[in-house]
């Protein structure tokens, strides 16, 4: 006998089939909410990171700018640059170090309504120079060595009062080189002799296949100019005989040790070269036109001597450390008068003040969200950047 299904049933199976579809959509709408959440929260991370990315490309670029002698400061805020979909713009602030020239960058991004800001601290990294040197005295000029000049190129310690090793030539030119008088010349660890013997303790005719250094800059391995910022920025540089004069006064009648040493002048003679031994500096005299001279040397100074030309050391001259001239000349350098050394010392060469790089490297490294326009990431109420 069939069993008759009540009205009151079936209005029950329709309600729990309307309930569960009911929760059925309420699982689907949290389940797509989670979803569009999901996508909307990636989303929102693709585009932060394509603003951090941006960010980074504008830093690297400020600091290419650098490299290229340019200011660092690439676009602004009320014109950003364009770049992959978005937008950016650097800041660039000095920290304060007139050596190495440290800097703060500052790169402001943004794409899609992300914003992202990086800061990187930059610097040019400071090395102690190597010198293109083949002798105690490297000249690209004819040399006349008279006098009771003693030119040794063996390696002296940083007092000259021993000999430690081989060293290089006394003198090394790329024309002829005369010893006459009572002078003497050494190196390539054979002493001082009157008699010396080409391959050995001198160096006539020198080969230089890349060529013999134009000024003292391209001697060191710097980019023309660096040797006289240097001397700006250190307080050293003299723009006149006169001014050196009174820096040697001001420093007790001896060369600045540790520094480097700049004369911009055609001529001075006699050339005080101090009272006594400092630590080791960078002495130059150079002008535009390559020919500025250094004439009757006096004194004693402890480094590296870079000229256009030499003419003659006077009496109780001391040299510890190396020279080289950059003129070109008929007549030559002419080294000695009375008694006078130049002694070659690797000792005291690798004591020289570290100079710079020519290009800035990055040294630091940070995201910084909470970025202020005109101030550095991470500065002070001031404005002074942090440097971190």
């Not at 650098?66 to 770049?83: K, V, Y």
């Not at 001239?325 to 002694?343: H, P, S, V």
Request: glycine share 12%; with cysteine; aromatic share 6%.
């Amino acid at each position: 006998m069939l069993r008759r299904v009540h009205r009151s049933d079936r209005a029950s199976a329709l309600v729990g089939v309307a309930l569960v579809a009911t929760i059925m959509l309420g699982i689907s709408l949290a389940l797509l909410a989670a979803s569009l959440a999901q996508s909307r929260a990636a989303e929102s991370a693709c585009r932060l990171a394509s603003a951090l990315d941006i960010a980074e490309a504008g830093a690297q670029g400020a600091l290419d700018d650098l490299n290229r002698s340019g200011t660092g400061a690439l676009g602004s805020e009320g014109e950003p640059l364009p770049f992959a979909g978005g937008t950016y713009w650097t800041e660039v602030f000095e920290l304060g170090d007139p050596i190495a020239q440290s800097k703060a960058v500052a790169s402001r991004a943004l794409y899609a309504r992300a914003v992202r800001a990086v800061e990187i601290v930059v610097r040019r990294v400071l090395s102690v120079p190597k010198p293109k040197l083949r002798g105690a005295l490297t000249t690209r000029s004819a040399v006349e060595v008279s006098g009771n000049f003693d030119c040794d190129g063996r390696d002296w310690d940083r007092d000259g009062t021993a000999v430690t090793g081989p060293g290089l030539f006394g003198v090394s030119s790329m024309a002829a080189i005369a010893v006459v008088g009572s002078s003497v010349v050494g190196g390539n660890g054979r002493p001082p002799t009157g008699a010396p013997v080409p391959g050995f303790e001198v160096e006539p005719f020198a080969p230089w296949p890349d060529g013999y250094p134009s000024g003292p800059d391209e001697a060191l391995g710097l980019s023309l100019g660096t040797l006289r910022e240097m001397a700006q920025r250190g307080g050293t540089f003299c723009p006149s005989a006169g001014a050196w004069d009174v820096l040697l006064a001001a420093n007790g009648g001896s060369a600045p040790g540790g520094k480097v040493l700049y004369i911009d002048a055609d001529s001075v003679s006699p050339f005080d070269l101090g009272t006594g031994f400092s630590e080791p500096s960078i002495l130059v005299l150079h002008n535009a036109s390559n020919s500025a001279v250094m004439g009757h040397l006096k004194g004693r100074f402890r480094g590296l001597v870079l000229t256009d030309d030499i003419q003659y050391f006077s009496s109780n001259t001391e040299i510890l450390g190396a020279a080289m001239t950059f003129r070109e000349l008929g007549g030559g350098n002419k080294l000695g008068i009375g008694n006078a050394a130049l002694q070659y010392s690797s000792t005291v060469l690798a004591q020289l003040p570290p100079l710079p790089a020519p290009t800035y490297s990055i040294v630091a490294w940070r995201e910084f969200p909470a970025y202020v326009p005109g101030r550095p990431p991470g500065a002070t109420e001031d404005g002074t950047a942090s440097g971190f």
